[in-house]
């Protein structure tokens, strides 16, 4: 019976097609000299047929090569063969050696093939364009079988570009990517299986709809931190970045809120770091001038060991604190002034390994004083009486829903309950005002 070749190029990162030559066979061998003397050659040759004639190929192991070889057991040759189940099914191969001068002469013939399968499988990364940390584990195969996996990616589906590469660490992330395997068994009757394979990926931050963080991927919602409600905005900052910002309120057009004009002003945060944080840095609330950050109108700071009360902070000695403490900055708006852009940042003062921190329940209220921070609150745009909830966008009501296919519903919308037929996932709900 035909004995099967170990394929020793699995994880060349070429394409092989269909029909054509790809597969590179290893050849193991052992030899000895019974005499003890040391071996000064193997030749090793391979025929396209069991009856003689002149070898296809034929390499001589001396030297380095041949030591390298005979400590492991086998030569990866550079010999092209093509898959068993299509054309030139088998080859045949011969062992010869030398040691002292003398030739142990050209072995019995033995016939080899070689055996292996390829596909293709496409992952959809949601958020790929922005994705980190790509990793990726297979199952256990059976014994002797050989695997190798290789990967690429694209920016749609079915994408052709693309190298593909065997260390997913250097494959840039997309919106797919592209996962080639490849199985080989060296045994006859044995089949390469793969019962599965598990690719996992880090998207990028989740943050709540239209808040904007710089940058995004070291903020990110997290239920292990929050002052109220169920997740605070965790941040991590490094000591090469320098800072972390995030723009809340995004309601408006340009990341600006609207105001009155001539009207006091408070904005508040709760805030916690993950212990104390190093020389130099501080968080800090600022208020620019609408339209952009060119004009710093307020700022105020707090600094020290673990936040500890500075100008412009007060400490939560509420049973919920557990290191949580309320920053606050005051701001009166001047004539014709009616947007604003609150910003909450964090400085890391270069010192350390980087801090990490929490920020939660930020409110921007009138009047000089801070009020007690309270979910739900509303405006001239939700109204909430006897009759229920009515939120009115002529005056400004902002309403997110989220269907199964990713689009946002707008409050032009009527958002039906139930799936299907594209609807949305969530009860009716009527909004006044066009």
């Given at each position: ?39 000064d050659s193997v030749i090793l040759r391979i025929y396209t047929a069991s009856a003689g004639g002149v070898a296809d190929a034929t390499y001589t192991l001396t030297a380095g ?342 689009a946002t519903a707008t409050l032009d919308d009527i958002v039906h309950g139930g799936g299907g037929g594209g609807s949305m996932d969530y009860a009716y709900a009527f909004f006044?005002?066009?």
């Amino acid at each position: 019976m035909a004995s099967f070749a170990r394929i020793h190029n699995l994880n060349e990162a070429a394409k092989w097609t269909a029909g054509g030559a790809h597969a590179k066979p290893r050849l193991e061998f052992t030899v000895s000299d019974p005499d003890g003397d040391s071996i000064d050659s193997v030749i090793l040759r391979i025929y396209t047929a069991s009856a003689g004639g002149v070898a296809d190929a034929t390499y001589t192991l001396t030297a380095g090569t041949l030591a390298a070889a005979l400590s492991a057991g086998y030569y990866d040759t550079p010999y092209l063969m093509k898959n068993k189940d299509q054309a030139s099914n088998e080859r045949w191969w011969t062992i010869e050696a030398t040691a002292g001068g003398a030739s142990s002469g050209e072995s019995t013939r033995t016939a080899f093939k070689v055996c292996w399968a390829q596909a293709e499988y496409e992952f959809a990364v949601p958020g790929g364009a922005s994705s980190s940390g790509w990793t990726f584990g297979s199952a256990a195969m059976p014994a002797n079988t050989h695997s190798a996996f290789l990967f690429k990616s694209n920016a749609s589906a079915g994408g052709a570009g693309g190298t593909y590469s065997n260390d997913i660490s250097t494959v840039t992330p997309n919106n797919y990517v592209n996962v080639l395997v490849r199985l080989s068994t060296d045994v006859a009757g044995t089949q390469p299986a793969l019962a599965n394979m598990t690719f996992s990926y880090t998207t990028s931050a989740s943050q709540p709809e239209k808040w904007v963080s710089a940058p995004s991927g070291d903020w990110a919602l997290d239920p292990s931190g929050y002052r109220y409600g169920t997740k605070g905005f965790k941040y991590i900052v490094d000591e090469n970045v320098n800072d972390r910002t995030i723009y809340p309120y995004r309601v408006t057009s340009g990341d600006d809120i609207e105001v009155q004009p001539n009207t006091d002003y408070v904005l508040s945060c709760y805030t916690k770091t993950d212990g104390p944080v190093g020389a130099g840095s501080e968080a800090r609330l600022e208020i620019y001038a609408g339209g952009g950050f060119t004009t710093l109108l307020a700022q105020g700071t707090v600094a020290g060991d673990a936040l500890n009360d500075g100008p412009g902070a007060t400490v939560d000695t509420s049973s919920y604190s557990e290191g949580w403490q309320r920053l606050h900055l005051r701001y009166s708006t001047g004539p014709g002034q009616t947007t604003l852009r609150p910003v909450f940042r964090y400085d890391n003062g270069g010192a350390g390994n980087g801090d990490i921190g929490w920020v939660d329940a930020f409110q921007l209220e009138e009047g000089k004083v801070v009020s007690p921070w309270h979910a739900g609150q509303l405006s001239n745009a939700g109204v909430l009486d006897n009759y229920g909830l009515i939120l009115d966008a002529m005056n400004g009501a902002v309403v997110f829903a989220r269907a199964s296919d990713g689009a946002t519903a707008t409050l032009d919308d009527i958002v039906h309950g139930g799936g299907g037929g594209g609807s949305m996932d969530y009860a009716y709900a009527f909004f006044v005002g066009n």
